[in-house]
């Protein structure tokens, strides 16, 4: 896939904007997807491993040179035990927050800065490399639709199109297409964690973390616009 430096998390979420509207989907539950994502890469990496169900650092002073995957390190470093589907919404929008700074910070994005009611200070970001983004999309779809063989699907590529289908993102898929692909996502949410038994298990875990919240936040919202 293009942009290949870009982290995990990064990458969902610029996977989350329609080009065609410049406008941000799935906004409600974005962050959950992001730290999932966040949590993935850092699984994938080895540098948090599942200890009894528990999300444990394999060593408190690893770091991965991303700022983002790095203050995700240190928070979970430094706060007490919890599993899995806890940190994929626990205080998520700090890592949604860092990799949007990120994302602005190496010319995807651009920040503008403004006031909510005139008083508080808040900041904007409008999409600024769309043909990147379209290009990520694209390419999204051919792993999700084929004909490549999962088994020759990079693990991170194939968690990308599994958290992002469990978010129900309609810039990867309409729903109505999803389902069309449910065993070839189920394969992909596999590929995701080949490296390792407790791997799968732990890719397993966040996907379904991420199907729960994001039908959280949809029934939340329903019920806020009724």
Same mark, same amino acid.
């Given at each position: 896939?293009?942009? $290949?430096?870009?982290?995990?998390?990064?990458?969902l979420?610029?996977?989350?904007? !329609?080009?065609?509207?410049?406008?941000?989907? $799935?906004?409600?539950?974005?962050?959950?997807l992001?730290?999932? $994502?966040?949590?993935?890469?850092?699984a994938?990496? $080895?540098?948090?491993?599942?200890?009894?169900?528990? %999300?444990?650092?394999?060593?408190?002073?690893?770091?991965?040179?991303?700022?983002?995957?790095? +203050?995700?390190?240190?928070? %979970?470093?430094?706060s007490r035990?919890?599993?899995?589907?806890?940190?994929?919404?626990?205080?998520?929008?700090?890592?949604?927050?860092?990799?949007?700074?990120?994302l602005?910070?190496?010319?995807?994005l651009?920040?503008?800065?403004?006031?909510?009611l005139?008083?508080?200070?808040?900041?904007e970001?409008?999409?600024? #490399? %769309?043909?990147?983004?379209?290009?990520? #999309?694209? !390419?999204?779809?051919?792993?999700?639709?084929g004909?490549?063989?999962?088994?020759? %699907?990079?693990?991170?590529?194939?968690?990308?199109?599994?958290?992002?289908? /469990?978010?129900?993102? #309609?810039?990867? /898929?309409?729903?109505?297409?999803r389902?069309l692909?449910?065993?070839?996502?189920?394969?992909?949410?596999?590929? &995701?964690? /080949?490296?390792?038994?407790?791997?799968?298990?732990?890719?397993?875990?966040?996907?379904?973390a991420?199907?729960?919240?994001?039908?959280?936040? &949809?029934?939340? +919202?329903? /019920?806020? +616009? +009724?």
């Amino acid at each position: 896939m293009p942009n $290949g430096s870009l982290s995990l998390p990064a990458r969902l979420y610029l996977l989350a904007w !329609d080009t065609s509207r410049l406008k941000v989907t $799935g906004a409600t539950h974005l962050h959950h997807l992001v730290r999932a $994502g966040a949590l993935t890469e850092l699984a994938q990496r $080895g540098l948090l491993i599942d200890e009894n169900g528990i %999300v444990t650092p394999i060593d408190a002073d690893s770091r991965t040179g991303d700022a983002v995957l790095d +203050g995700l390190l240190e928070l %979970v470093a430094e706060s007490r035990p919890r599993k899995w589907k806890a940190w994929v919404t626990l205080r998520a929008r700090v890592t949604l927050d860092a990799v949007r700074a990120q994302l602005a910070a190496e010319g995807y994005l651009r920040a503008e800065k403004k006031r909510v009611l005139g008083l508080f200070p808040s900041v904007e970001y409008e999409l600024e #490399r %769309v043909p990147a983004v379209d290009a990520l #999309r694209t !390419d999204a779809r051919q792993v999700l639709e084929g004909p490549l063989p999962v088994a020759e %699907v990079s693990d991170r590529d194939a968690a990308l199109v599994a958290l992002a289908a /469990a978010a129900e993102l #309609r810039t990867l /898929a309409p729903a109505k297409d999803r389902k069309l692909y449910k065993n070839r996502l189920e394969d992909l949410t596999d590929r &995701s964690g /080949a490296a390792a038994p407790a791997l799968k298990k732990v890719i397993q875990e966040l996907r379904t973390a991420v199907i729960v919240a994001t039908t959280a936040a &949809s029934a939340t +919202g329903a /019920a806020a +616009g +009724g």
